[in-house]
């Protein structure tokens, strides 16, 4: 796999972990750094891990995988998002802080799309390790940039960036599971 096209696959396993920083950044009152390094840390471990469980699962059986991962795709990222919709603060409130539970539940749901993949990956010759390495780190810059842009954009805009982060992970969860469907 060339390196255009490693940065290529990285960069699309990330855009759901930025679009759902975006959203979790509306929620934060404040965002600190180290807040903000937590968050990419959390989101990039974990779209970084599941390709290697993929791959690990997919030389081993396949099948088994590709069987339920859209189910939980879609249980945790419609429940994640309609959590985010439901608990979206009113326009003047003061939005809650982050909890790692609940980073870490968004991070999970963004990136089992990642274990498909790198189920696939396991039918070519990659080096998973470097397709890995590649995908955590851009996936922990841009949620880090994404909590940031949230929260700019949760000052101006509140109640609606939270519910447009949430309606992201509803309907990319939706996607995954149609997606899945009618293959």
Known sequence: MSPIAIGLLAVSMSVDAFIAALGRGAMASRISPALALRTGAVFGAVEALTPLIGWTAGMAAARFITAIDHWIAFGLLAG????????????????????????????????????????SLALLPVNILTVAAAIGLTTAMM?????????????????????????????????????????
Do not use: K
């Open 143 to 183: 949620s880090t940039t994404g909590l940031y842009l949230g929260r700019v954009l949760g000052h101006r805009i509140g109640r609606m960036a939270e519910t447009a982060g949430g309606l992201a992970l509803v309907a990319l969860g939706t996607m995954i599971l149609i997606d899945h469907l009618s293959a």
């Open 80 to 119: 994640v998002g309609l959590r985010m919709i439901l608990q979206s603060p009113p326009r003047d409130a003061a939005a809650p802080g982050l909890t790692l539970w609940a980073t870490l539940l968004t991070a999970v749901g963004t990136s089992i799309d990642a274990m498909a993949v790198g189920v």
